[in-house]
DNA sequence: TAGATTGTTAATCGATTAACAATC
DNA sequence: TAGATTGTTAATCGATTAACAATC
């Protein structure tokens, strides 16, 4: 039975499924039971069950479920399929990281564009995506609808640039940046903070001995 | 009342307060009640004294907490003071952007080499930090014992080397590949999986209009 | 058909919130 | 002292797990 509203819990365990689906089909897998790929997870099968009947009925009683036909679900779930584009805001060694090295298309995102200050950048491609001077940014928002601002700036210029970029139009931000950028007004923030996550590793490793 | 096994959701909490007392603390401000940090990062005043009393009792009544106090206690849950050291395996542009980006002394790590194939970066520094051919990891470290591995390889050799660090005696992984590695036998791993927090993201959005 | 496995309802478990006596 | 605020116990809420009728 589909759900309105569904908890965070069971959104940030999709992209997992996405992921291990993907896995599986790779590997020629037609079909699996959610106490299989709980097994493969580490995760019950109710639980699996639970979490996918938040969106619909998606299995089959006495088979199980088709992978490749359960992953195109999940992805179309997580927006995969709405078209999504993106620009970056800085092109440092954490942006060019990212320009060159993640699949923003395998995310189904199409990251259209970058911005930078440093004169030396401008004008030149980074894996087939041209930077542009951050003056630029709000005539080319208004000029190419945007749903994700990427924040690969200084910290110090993070609260700038993601006012810049809303007010630009864009639906989300994802923010690399140490300072902690808070969702109002319709706009969706996804922070991703290193440091966050190192010093919960220190925390494990400092209580396991 | 000291807890013996502290919850994941309590842990995951515990640098978002470490990071917003580091910023009361440069703001000068000397002492906070729950209700007031409660506020500030959208927390009820009870989480934050339960959160807290899983480790000690850190207040006082009618005064509420001082924060340059509590900072260092948080600190030390979160196993800052406890000298971890780290390599960074791969220096390629996100190993590059985490040695000249991210501040490890500032989680309390410190960073001690890195190791990468690449001939042409072989015996320089990048921010202090000496690179050397990946074949002298084990040497190294049964010279240097090191608490943390970071991984930012291909995803292609993310096993084979997670267990080249674990065989070489490190305690936790940072991964940064896309592969999901998992804690076996006393090692603690925490996956940074960019693509998972994208997805969240686009969910969000998605689901928003 | 018999066996397998779903989707869903009910039971359990854990985490968050509320209440309050203790006390600075 | 009176007011404020803690740490903790109890109540509530939500998420996970178990059970099972439905059915492929």
């Known amino acids: 039975m589909k759900k309105d509203k569904v ?33 493969s997870m580490h995760l ?5 069950r639970q979490d996918l009947s938040c969106f619909g009925e998606f299995g089959q009683q006495g088979y199980g479920y088709n992978v490749e036909s359960l992953r195109k679900e999940v992805a179309d779930i ?14 440092g060694n954490l942006g060019r990281a990212l320009l060159e090295n993640f699949h ?16 030396e950048l401008i004008g030149h491609d980074i894996s087939g995506v041209p930077i542009y001077p951050i003056e630029e940014l709000e005539h080319y928002l208004s000029a190419h609808p945007t749903s994700i601002g990427v924040l690969t700036v200084p ?30 007004s319709g706009i969706v923030v996804e922070n991703v903070h290193f440091a966050d996550s190192l010093l919960a590793l220190s925390y494990f490793i400092s209580e396991a001995s």
Chains 1, 2 share one sequence.
Not at 44 to 48: N, Y
Not at 83 to 91: D, F, P, Q, R
Not at 111 to 117: E, G, I, S
Request: charged share 20%; glycine share 12%; net charge positive.
């Open 104 to 119: 923003f298309d395998r995310s189904g995102v199409r990251l259209t564009a970058a911005f930078d200050v440093c004169p």
């Open 78 to 91: 997580l927006g995969m399929n709405q078209g999504h584009t993106a620009v970056i805001l800085g092109a």
């Open 155 to 184: 910290g110090s210029v993070a609260g700038e640039m993601s006012e810049r970029l809303i007010a630009g139009g864009v639906k989300g931000i994802w923010n690399f940046t140490n300072s902690e950028l808070h969702a109002d």
């Open 44 to 48: 019950t099968a109710s639980q699996i």
């Open 7 to 39: 908890s965070s819990a069971v959104i940030r365990r999709l992209p997992r499924y996405y992921r291990h689906l993907s896995d599986l089909a790779r590997q020629g897998v037609v079909r699996i039971s959610s106490s299989a790929l709980g097994k």
